[in-house]
């Protein structure tokens, strides 16, 4: 390799998702002292030039991201060969510790598992933490949303394939309602809804989705303005479709950390579940297939992970 | 401590031939269903109900509702049930007959068993009912009420030895607030009595009465009298002293209405076989009556319901 194409690999290989490993210990590790130097100059996103006193420091906001980049890969093993109820207790606790930002993960694990699933993240909560996730939850989040994050992840819903249609309209006609009277009141405070939604078992919420776009003309999830309310709806209606918009969201270079890591969880909890009908959905949805970004946009160890748990997962 | 008293050994198939025996012809031998059932543990009535399926093919619960009837047949029916469903059946009936304490049933299922009885409790309703208990529940009941009940069945408590001394007593304090108030509807003391362990909230409940010198169900009063507020004191009863709370049960089963027999019937086969004992020297202490008096001078209308009552009390019938 030329050394200007060498100079172009090394900063890609520390721009994505993880990092380039063998270009890193292959090119920069048999750089010498000027060739070292004609990179920090020619990168000046990486290293910014201190013109008065003629040298190159890292940028220190890059120098903090690239340690998560580093340490992605470790972290997806780590998730990965945990116990399913251990992983999904960890991903809880730390979306309560932080905030606001990372309540969709609570949606996410409280809507998407099975009720043995969520039950058994909440056992293993008790023994890694010693409080129950409701606990935490509630005493953690005080804001208007904590009514409805609390009931969702306390849920315990019915899984057989019986529902009552008669009451799975009816309760459409009422979140309709209420939607058309968000303006006078917000639908964090209506308990109806609260209660349809973090109550009635999945196959009833499906036929109520199905009720609703026959009253309404659109999907529920769209009619509904409230980040987690919306979360909730495709959670437990359209978890695949849900699956893909996240991963469509996380697959690009510029986002922020908590993005990012959607890319390792999703495919980690899903690997052994749905990953196939999600690769499926995603082709459809945008023309790509999945690995096929991933090989794009990911690096390293951290990209053939996510490659390999994919392969296995669809065979 | 139990009250039940059970026999070393017994064999489900001789038992299930005496039963047998017991309903064949006009009659009923009440006196020998009850010297069986009223003896027996639940694994102990478990085989006999296995046993009686295979022998006869008939499930012990329908042959026994052809012949006896009341109050009688109503009590043996929920005793011959296995706890889980025995309680997934108490929460229907008091969901879909909505008496005026159906509240109280809820709450005693949701916060007197422990973690695990009240997950078996919610599969056994699933399986019986087709729903969740949550959902029904929710579905129900309205308002505050509702906040209530539900976070309440949808716990599932912590049950280790953890607790932390200043939550306690910053929540201990926002609950003191909220008397002060008189905020009762405020989310906090919801959230507070339903998600934090039970051993958390008795720190809780110390640490109020330390800081304020009462305790918090003596604040917990309202004008008129609220179905809301006496669903908030007997989920503090349930969590605080079990026992005490179900003595009470039995000591407010005798008013100007009558004899509230459902309760009385429900506590003594609920706690038979856990700590009907201490909840009979509660009730003596304060009664200065025992339970078998009581029930001896106010249920005698049915004798074999009497007498079955009895035997669960330990007496010998």
């Known amino acids: 390799m030329e050394l200007n194409q060498e100079l172009e690999a090394v900063p890609q290989a520390l721009s994505g998702h993880g990092v380039e490993e063998s270009a890193l210990v292959t090119i920069l590790g048999k750089w010498d002292p000027l060739e070292r130097e004609a990179f920090r100059k020619k990168t000046p996103n990486l290293f910014i030039e201190d013109k008065e006193r003629h040298f190159q420091r890292w940028d220190d906001h890059y120098a903090r991201l690239l340690k998560h980049e580093f340490v992605r890969f470790k972290n997806t093993v780590m998730l990965w060969s945990m116990h399913p109820w251990e992983r999904d207790a960890r991903l809880v606790k730390e979306a309560i510790k932080k905030g606001k930002a990372s309540y969709g993960v609570l949606v996410e694990i409280a809507c998407t598992r099975s009720s043995e699933e969520l039950l058994g993240a909440r056992k293993a909560y008790h023994s890694l933490f010693d409080h129950s996730i409701e606990e935490d939850v509630a005493s953690h989040i005080h804001g208007i949303e904590r009514k409805f994050l609390v009931a969702l992840v306390s849920a315990y819903r019915y899984e057989g394939a019986k529902i009552k249609n008669e009451h799975a309209k009816s309760e459409a006609k009422i979140i309709f309602d209420v939607i058309k009277n968000a303006h006078k009141k917000p639908i964090n405070e209506d308990d109806e809804v609260i209660r349809i939604l973090a109550t009635r078992s999945k196959p009833h919420l499906k036929a109520l989705y199905n009720h609703y776009k026959d009253i309404s003309g659109k999907n529920l999830d769209e009619d509904l303005d409230d980040i987690r309310f919306k979360e909730a709806v495709q959670c437990l209606c359209t978890p695949q479709i849900y699956f893909c918009k996240v991963l469509d969201s996380a697959l690009k270079i510029d986002v922020d950390k908590n993005t990012k890591k959607a890319l390792g969880r999703v495919i980690v909890t899903r690997a052994d579940i749905d990953i196939k009908e999600i690769m499926a959905d995603y082709n459809n949805l945008y023309g790509v297939t999945l690995p096929h970004k991933i090989q794009d946009i990911a690096k390293g160890n951290y990209k053939d992970f996510l490659l390999n748990l994919i392969a296995r997962g669809s065979n | ?317």
């Open chain 2, 1 to 317: 401590m139990a009250t039940l008293v059970v026999p070393k050994d017994s064999s489900p198939i001789e038992d299930a031939e005496t039963i047998k025996r017991a309903c064949k012809g006009l009659g009923t031998d009440e006196r020998a269903l009850i010297s069986i059932l009223a003896h027996r543990n639940e694994a102990q009535r478990k085989l006999l109900r296995q046993a009686y399926l295979d022998l006869y093919h008939q499930d012990l619960i329908q042959q026994l509702k052809c012949e006896v009837s009341g109050k009688f047949e109503r009590g043996l029916c929920y005793w011959i049930m296995e706890p889980a469903e025995r309680d997934a059946a108490y929460a229907k009936e008091a969901l879909e007959k909505a008496t005026p304490n159906y509240y109280k049933i809820i709450i005693e299922i949701g916060c007197t068993r422990t973690s695990e009885e009240l997950l078996a409790i919610k599969r056994s309703y699933q399986f019986l009912y087709k729903h969740s208990l949550e959902e029904d529940v929710a579905s129900h009941t309205f308002g505050d009420i509702r906040r209530l009940l539900v976070a309440i069945v949808s716990t599932y408590r912590y049950e280790g030895h953890v607790i932390d001394e200043s939550v306690a007593i910053s929540e201990a304090n926002i609950i003191h607030q909220i008397i002060e108030k008189k905020d009762f509807s405020n989310d906090e003391i919801i959230r507070i009595l339903s998600t934090r362990s039970k051993k958390q909230l008795c720190v809780t409940f110390n640490s109020f009465r330390n800081l304020y010198g009462s305790t918090i169900t003596k604040g917990l009063v309202a004008s008129p009298s609220d179905e809301y507020l006496d669903a908030v004191r007997t989920t503090i009863r349930c969590i605080k002293y079990p026992q005490r709370y179900f003595a009470r049960v039995l000591r407010n089963a005798k008013n100007e209405l009558g004899i509230d027999d459902d309760g009385v019937s429900r506590v003594i086969i609920t706690r038979a076989e856990e700590d009907l004992k201490e909840i009979k020297d509660l009730y003596f202490k304060r009664n200065n009556v025992t339970l078998e008096d009581f029930i001896t001078n106010n249920i005698s209308a049915d004798g074999d319901y009497k007498n079955f009552l009895l035997a669960l009390l330990g007496s010998n019938f």
